[in-house]
T-cell receptor, first 118, second 109 residues
């Protein structure tokens, strides 16, 4: 009963380096998303996916890339890291995007990845 | 633009009651969520309101007024473990969640 598994938990990068944050879920959720969380700000959506082969941009997509080749996996790629990308990143999944009269469709979050870009 | 407002920080005493307010202005409304986030951890779901009124779940209750763009989370019989941030989020017309910055709740003995 793993839920959403995110790796790594901590990472330090130098400006210009690239890296991939991994996210996997075992709940057969169609909807997956990546957020960043910065002090004093709400969670901001980076990219999301409503099913395998489908991805779309969120509020702050620049500098990030995603793919969804399987239902289970949704990796986030930083193409050329910048200090402004220092943040805590959360992957989250649910059966469908949240809300509506049919029910909450609650997001299940991964444990988070703390990224520092020097 | 879309906006969610909630107080930055609140302090309450163990055993007491606290109300955390959330006001929102969003393009459309498809439900309002409250999540709890302990320091260094992921958010976890607390409650959901899509129709006006009060939803009660044990020590926690959440209220919604869609006409006023307003919700509150009521925590009763506060315990030290309730020290956390409480995040308000609204599902907009595209079913995307818009998040408030969170309210840090400090519980004192």
């Amino acid at each position: 009963n793993a839920g959403v598994t995110q790796t790594p938990k901590f990472q330090v990068l130098k400006t210009g380096q690239s890296m991939t944050l991994q996210c996997a879920q075992d709940m057969n959720h169609e909807y997956m998303s990546w957020y960043r969380q910065d002090p004093g700000m709400g969670l901001r959506l980076i990219h999301y996916s409503v099913g395998a082969g489908i991805t779309d941009q969120g509020e702050v997509p620049n500098g990030y890339n995603v793919s969804r080749s399987t239902t289970e996996d949704f990796p986030l790629r930083l193409l050329s890291a910048a200090p402004s990308q220092t943040s805590v990143y959360f992957c989250a999944s649910s059966t469908t995007p949240g809300g509506g009269l049919s029910g909450a469709n609650v997001l299940t979050f991964g444990a988070g990845s703390r990224l520092t870009v020097l | 633009g879309q906006n969610i407002d909630q107080p930055t920080e609140m302090t309450a005493t163990e055993g007491a009651i606290v109300q955390i307010n959330c006001t929102y202005q969003t393009s459309g409304f498809n439900g309002l969520f409250w999540y709890q986030q302990h320091a260094g951890e992921a958010p976890t779901f607390l409650s959901y309101n899509v129709l006006d009124g009060l939803e009660e779940k044990g020590r926690f209750s959440s209220f919604l007024s869609r006409s006023k763009g307003y919700s509150y989370l009521l925590l009763k019989e506060l315990q030290m473990k309730d020290s956390a941030s409480y995040l308000c989020a609204v599902s907009d017309s595209n079913y995307q969640l818009i998040w408030g910055a969170g309210t840090k709740l400090i519980i004192k003995p």
